[in-house]
């Protein structure tokens, strides 16, 4: 069955500092790939997605994924965090048969200045 | 310009009543979706209807009832709400259409609270 993980359920960074997010997927085929990230009290928002072709996607906010099919993995990067990433960080993939996501458990993503 | 919207945002209530929830998008995809958030931020995917016929039903108690009057709309009605209900419910709408498959665009959620 597909499935999703992300083995960090929480992250603490300074602002400024490099951030990397793991996420894992098991899926038989090539999946489709997305990060969201959900704000306190807020909905989801897509930050980017992997369908095809460059392994690494740029998103928005200065973020970036790259997909390694060796590893099943696709981990979110941003070079220099800021306050406002504070957040909860989704990853999800969908099967390609069907129009159903499957998101991972989430990493909540503190930032001290 | 809200992209998907859902009203109410807060709903408290009381066990055994009947409620429902409303999801709009304006931008004109034939696919919605409910998801529930539990507690411990698990997302999980309930319906989806493409141009109003329900494709995706994840085994979801029959006192939820999802009603999509036209391809903008997906609204969800719960009858006799528990306990376990409380949660924080999305609306999403893609693309997708039979045989592919696009990004989700998310509403800012309704938390509903059942005592």
């Known amino acids: 069955a597909q499935s999703v993980t992300q083995p960090d359920i929480h992250i603490t960074v300074s602002e400024g500092a490099s951030l990397e997010l793991r996420c894992n997927y098991s899926?038989?085929?090539?999946?489709?790939l997305f990060w969201y990230v959900q704000s306190p009290g807020q909905g989801l928002q897509l930050l980017l997605k992997?369908?095809?072709?460059?392994?690494l996607v740029q998103g928005i906010k200065g973020f970036e994924a790259e997909f390694k099919r060796s590893q099943s993995s696709f981990n979110l990067r941003k070079p220099s965090v800021h306050w406002s990433d504070a957040a909860e960080y989704f990853c999800?993939?969908?099967?390609?048969?069907?129009?159903?996501?499957?998101f991972g458990t989430g990493t909540r993503l503190q930032v001290f200045p | 310009d809200t992209a998907v919207s859902q009203t109410p945002k807060y709903l408290v209530t009381q066990m055994g009543n009947d409620k429902s929830i409303k999801c709009e998008q304006n931008?004109?995809?034939?696919?919605m979706y409910w998801y529930k958030q539990d507690s411990k931020k698990f997302l999980k995917i309930m319906f989806s209807?493409?141009?109003?016929?329900?494709?995706i039903n994840e085994t979801v108690p029959n006192r939820f009832s999802p009603k999509s009057p036209d391809k903008a709309h997906l609204n969800l009605h719960i009858n006799s709400l528990e306990l376990g209900d409380s949660a924080v419910y999305f609306c999403?709408?893609?693309?997708?259409?039979?045989?592919?498959?696009?990004?989700?665009?998310f509403g800012p959620g309704t938390r509903l609270t059942v005592t």
């Open positions: 992997y369908f095809s072709g460059d392994t």
């Open positions: 999403a709408s893609s693309r997708a259409a039979s045989g592919a498959f696009y990004e989700q665009y």
């Open positions: 209807y493409n141009n109003k016929e329900l494709i």
């Open positions: 999800a993939v969908g099967p390609s048969n069907t129009d159903k996501l499957i």
């Open positions: 899926y038989g085929a090539t999946p489709y």
């Open positions: 931008l004109g995809h034939d696919t």
